[in-house]
């Protein structure tokens, strides 16, 4: 057993994990964050992409043991003080969601994106989501969602009562 | 999804890690970014007693660019892919590491990890070894260099020992007038495996002479291999299209590749020999 001690959405989580015990496993059986899915179980689909540290990670091929000390972030923690974030509005606007089991993995992915290049190109959107599959939407209305959102994209706002504790 | 059961240990530095090499033996799954270790966990192909992780030793995450560029076997893809270092002195390699799989996966897939893995498919390899590169083995005796073109003995398998860990890559100085060009070409979409992968590194004057090649194959035999044959009829030769042909048909003529679903294997052999020529014409501007 491993004392394990983690930042999960901004809060701190500490168990004893055996060495096997996924990233996955943790946030999901352990947590209770059913947002982050598996599908292939090889990191190919994408759907149990997390941010560690603010990298976008395979939560199906990392080790718990190995997020000592990390920051991780599910799609659960996107919203902040009970509201969604710009993006996940813009995924629905542009009906960017339809089974929605791609959608958790598709929003962490876009999100990194942003954080590093608020304003990306088409291709630049393609190229940051090819890692995740999508088997209902075809991608466009994806691609045109995070275009959206980087269009949009406003600065944090002032009012301290608005922020996330 | 759950995993065989294992103990895990996370060495501090390469010493510890090789000492616990020299403990379990092959009783001793070694990880580095997790990504091939954990498939292989997950679907019982191994069933080790311990986990060796490397995560922890931070002395495995280093570029080092003194006399050439070191970088160590822990460093991400990604990494590799922004560094300003490679970018400069190896564009070939950074161009390579930008092409494994997806970002999630360029983010855990370590360079070390990848090419001590030696699949034939690596994106890496093949630029490794056009740019002339060397294995950096770290062992109970300290530290050996193996050139990479003898490093690959077979499928997945290369010239470390049981006691050993590669430690690091090392790519030397590349001369003035090397032209690198690049290509893994996918049958389907560009997160798959190659049907091949080409990657040369060719040195020549404005007259078109060529003074050194190296080509780097990948996908298209059981290992990743230069082609030797094709080098052979380039250097000291000036690009022609005749010796440009005639050096893509040697490629072709040098690959054992299998069919699978990237690519029959005369499909994979033909294409080698089109991207050996192509690019050698984009170098020589014919």
């Known amino acids: 057993m491993h004392r394990l001690s983690v930042m999960v959405n901004g809060v701190r989580h500490e168990q004893d994990v055996p060495s096997h015990r996924t990233l996955f496993q943790l946030l999901r059986e352990d947590l209770d964050l059913a947002g982050t899915?598996?599908?292939?179980?090889?990191?190919?689909?994408?759907?149990?992409?997390?941010?560690?540290?603010?990298?976008?990670?395979?939560?199906?091929?990392?080790?718990?043991?190995?997020c000592q000390g990390k920051h991780v972030t599910t799609v659960e923690g996107l919203e902040t003080g009970g509201k969604?974030?710009?993006?996940?509005?813009?995924?629905?606007?542009?009906?960017?969601?339809?089974?929605?089991?791609?959608?958790?993995?598709?929003?962490?992915?876009?999100?990194?994106?942003?954080?590093?290049?608020?304003?990306?190109?088409?291709?630049?959107?393609?190229?940051a989501l090819i890692g995740n599959l999508c088997r209902c939407t075809g991608y466009a209305p994806i691609v045109r969602a995070v275009l959206a959102a980087a269009k949009n994209r406003h600065p944090p706002s002032a009012p301290s009562s608005s922020r996330a504790p | 999804m759950s995993l065989p059961r294992f103990d895990y240990h996370a060495p501090k530095t390469i010493g510890e890690a090789v000492a616990l090499r020299q403990q379990f033996g092959d009783d001793a799954l070694v990880m580095a970014g997790g990504l091939t270790a954990m498939?292989?966990?997950?679907?019982?192909?191994?069933?080790?007693?311990?986990?060796?992780?490397l995560s922890d030793v931070a002395a495995l995450r280093r570029i080092d660019a003194n006399g050439g560029l070191t970088i160590g076997a822990m460093v991400t893809h990604s990494e590799v892919a922004r560094s300003e270092a490679v970018a400069s002195l190896a564009p070939l390699?950074?161009?390579?590491?930008?092409?494994?799989?997806?970002?999630?996966?360029?983010?855990?897939?370590?360079?070390?990890?990848?090419?001590?893995?030696?699949?034939?498919?690596?994106?890496p390899a093949p630029a490794l070894l056009a740019l002339n590169a060397e294995a950096v083995i770290a062992g109970p005796g300290g530290?050996?260099?193996?050139?990479?073109?003898?490093?690959?003995?077979?499928t997945l398998t290369t010239a470390i020992n049981g006691d050993e860990l590669l430690a690091a890559l090392f790519v030397p100085r590349s001369a003035a007038g090397t032209h690198s060009r690049f290509m893994k070409f996918t049958a389907t979409s560009a997160e798959a495996f190659a049907t091949v992968t080409v990657a040369m590194s060719i040195v020549?004057?404005?007259?078109?002479?060529?003074?050194?090649?190296?080509?780097?194959?990948?996908?298209?035999?059981?290992?990743?291999?230069?082609?030797?044959?094709?080098?052979?009829?380039?250097?000291?030769?000036?690009?022609?299209?005749?010796?440009?042909?005639?050096?893509?048909?040697?490629?072709?003529?040098?690959?054992?590749p299998s069919s699978n679903g990237q690519g029959s294997a005369e499909y994979r052999r033909e294409m080698t020999g089109v991207w050996v020529r192509r690019l050698l014409g984009d170098i020589a501007g014919l």
């Open chain 2, 143 to 154: 530290e050996r260099r193996v050139p990479l073109d003898q490093f690959f003995r077979g």
């Open chain 1, 37 to 66: 899915k598996d599908a292939c179980r090889q990191g190919v689909c994408g759907s149990c992409t997390v941010l560690v540290d603010g990298v976008p990670m395979r939560s199906c091929l990392a080790l718990a043991v190995r």
């Open chain 2, 93 to 123: 390699l950074r161009e390579a590491c930008g092409h494994v799989g997806s970002p999630a996966i360029r983010n855990m897939g370590t360079l070390g990890g990848n090419i001590s893995h030696a699949d034939s498919a690596s994106d």
């Open chain 2, 39 to 53: 498939i292989l966990l997950r679907e019982r192909l191994v069933s080790p007693r311990v986990v060796l992780s």
């Open chain 1, 84 to 127: 969604i974030a710009p993006l996940q509005q813009a995924f629905i606007d542009e009906g960017a969601v339809q089974c929605g089991y791609c959608t958790p993995g598709m929003l962490i992915m876009a999100t990194a994106l942003l954080d590093a290049n608020p304003a990306p190109t088409e291709g630049e959107v393609r190229a």
């Open chain 2, 204 to 256: 020549c004057d404005g007259a078109n002479v060529c003074t050194e090649a190296r080509i780097g194959l990948g996908s298209v035999a059981p290992t990743p291999l230069r082609a030797r044959a094709a080098e052979d009829l380039l250097r000291g030769r000036k690009l022609t299209r005749e010796s440009i042909a005639a050096a893509a048909a040697a490629a072709a003529a040098c690959t054992d």
